[in-house]
């Protein structure tokens, strides 16, 4: 592997471990923190090629105990959240102002806390995606290419939800750092509030938005009204802008 390639992927890993020791300082050593040192070993273990991957499941957060607009608002302080992701990037695009993001899927879920009867099933949650080509082919809808989906599977008192598939909304890309200041900013807005006022944490999401949101604001400001050359992800991001 090219020394370069190798540096950019090693650093993704140590600006995991700082987080980590960061966060360990700002929250208290929460236990989700091994997630990400986890996460941060598997990069440097796989560190073998121009991609590397972040990989974290089910990864438990706290959350406020009576989010907003709560229904039913008998299960304040009765959730918990997971939390999942899969991001791979290429390093050799990473400093290139090129998409470098090869697969992603942020997912977040919420559910009742030992919840034993199912006839009142309550489950929320959404994921941010990027499509690949596969799913291109297998599924009618449109799919911009990254985006936000949202699923409800829940039962509500006597009623059942109305599940059908909702509309794919285009959505920027999130690396992990991203997505968990998206989350808490939702969620739990006493843990993002002393996250956004830590220069290090911050620091990681400017970076994160420089390689990640800003080829992607690039490529949709030339749709539909400017004449520049379009790439192929130009044009799959959001594909109902294209006609």
């Known amino acids: 592997m090219a020394k370069n390639f190798r540096s950019i992927i090693l650093k993704q890993a140590s600006s995991l471990d700082k987080a980590v020791n960061y966060l360990r300082n700002i929250l208290d050593d929460p236990l989700w923190l091994q997630s990400l040192r986890d996460a941060a070993a598997d990069i440097r273990a796989k560190c073998n090629g121009v991609d590397w991957t972040v990989e974290i499941t089910d990864m438990d957060l706290p959350m406020d105990r009576n989010p907003m607009h709560l229904k039913p608002q008998i299960l304040a302080n ?88 909702i509309p794919r909304l285009s959505h920027h890309p999130v690396d992990l750092f991203l997505g968990l200041m998206l989350v808490f900013a939702n969620y739990n807005k006493s843990v993002y509030d002393k996250l956004k006022d830590n220069a290090f944490i911050l620091n990681l999401c400017k970076e994160s938005a420089q390689h990640y949101v800003e080829p992607y604001i690039r490529s949709l400001a030339k749709k539909p009204w400017s004449d520049g050359e379009k790439q192929k992800n130009d044009k799959e991001l959001c594909p109902y802008l294209v006609l």
């Open 78 to 165: 009765k959730l918990k959240m997971f939390v999942s992701i899969k991001m791979t990037c290429n390093a050799e695009l990473w400093n290139a102002g090129e998409d470098c993001i090869t697969e992603l899927c942020f997912k977040v879920s919420i559910q009742e806390k030992e919840n034993r009867d199912f006839e009142k099933i309550y489950h929320t949650g959404f994921h941010i995606d990027k499509t690949n080509d596969a799913e291109k082919l297998v599924h009618e809808e449109i799919h911009p290419l990254y985006h936000v989906h949202f699923v409800n599977e829940s039962k509500m008192g006597e009623f059942e939800a109305l599940s059908m598939d």
